[in-house]
């Protein structure tokens, strides 16, 4: 059973627009939310979180939404960039548990 | 920031010996460290939690006896992949936290192939 399941296997996005990329969670204990960007045979590194008391997030190009009602965030980048290609995770936490991850979103930024 | 490094960063091995992934902190402490397994094109799925000083908590379906983890210090943990067959190739992945839930941080990964 997927507690954090990301959909969406893949995304292609021009440079300059937006991509956004999506989570929903089912464990209604996670409080805290976070992205991680992996490039290949790489671990991941930190790029944005959410505490589940707040509903928005941001920090430079990135923007994390929470949505606890439907359990749902997201993930705005925007102007996306060629760097910015790279698998995302979405990963969960609940107190003390470790982290719970998605399945990734590998995101295709075109020049 | 925090840094975790992990070592090596690739292996090959014959099928039935045995590979060491070591996983250190190099400038905190850590009294738990994780170890993830990825498949490709899957989730980093959590294998065993490595506690200082006691015995890791493995996850279920995770066999102990062949993954063998150590952690005998607070700034190392080690991942024993024993007697390894083809199917334990995968990218395994360790990391540690420090301070609040943010604070994870993740070593560099270890690709094992087993021929």
């Known amino acids: 059973d997927q507690q954090v399941k990301q959909n969406s296997p893949s995304l292609s996005v021009q440079e300059g627009r937006i991509s956004i990329l999506n989570c929903d969670y089912t464990?209604?204990?996670?409080?805290?939310f976070l992205w991680y960007k992996k490039y290949p045979a790489e671990g991941p590194t930190f790029l944005i979180s959410?505490?589940?008391?707040?509903d928005k997030n941001e920090d430079g190009r990135f923007t994390v939404f929470l949505n606890k009602s439907a359990k749902h965030l997201s993930l705005h980048i925007v102007p996306s960039q060629p760097g910015d290609s790279a698998v995302y995770f979405c990963a969960a936490s609940g107190g003390n548990t470790p982290l719970v991850f998605g399945k990734g979103t590998r995101l295709s930024v075109i020049a | 920031g925090a840094v975790v490094s992990q070592h090596p960063s690739w292996v090959i091995c014959k099928s039935g010996t045995s590979v060491k992934i070591e996983c250190r902190s190099l400038d905190f402490q850590a009294t738990t460290m994780f170890w993830y397994r990825q498949f490709p094109k899957q989730s980093l799925m959590l294998m065993a939690t490595?506690?200082?000083?006691?015995?890791?908590?493995?996850e279920q379906g995770v066999e102990k006896d062949k993954f063998l983890i150590n952690h005998a210090s607070l700034t190392l943990s080690t991942l024993t992949v024993t007697s390894a067959h083809p199917e334990d190739s995968s990218f395994y992945i360790c990391?540690?936290?420090?301070?609040?839930?943010?604070?994870?941080?993740f070593g560099s990964g270890t690709r094992l192939t087993v021929v």
């Open positions: 959410i505490s589940s008391i707040k």
């Open positions: 464990n209604s204990m996670f409080d805290y």
């Open positions: 490595s506690n200082e000083g006691s015995k890791a908590t493995y």
């Open positions: 990391s540690a936290r420090l301070g609040t839930v943010a604070g994870y941080t």
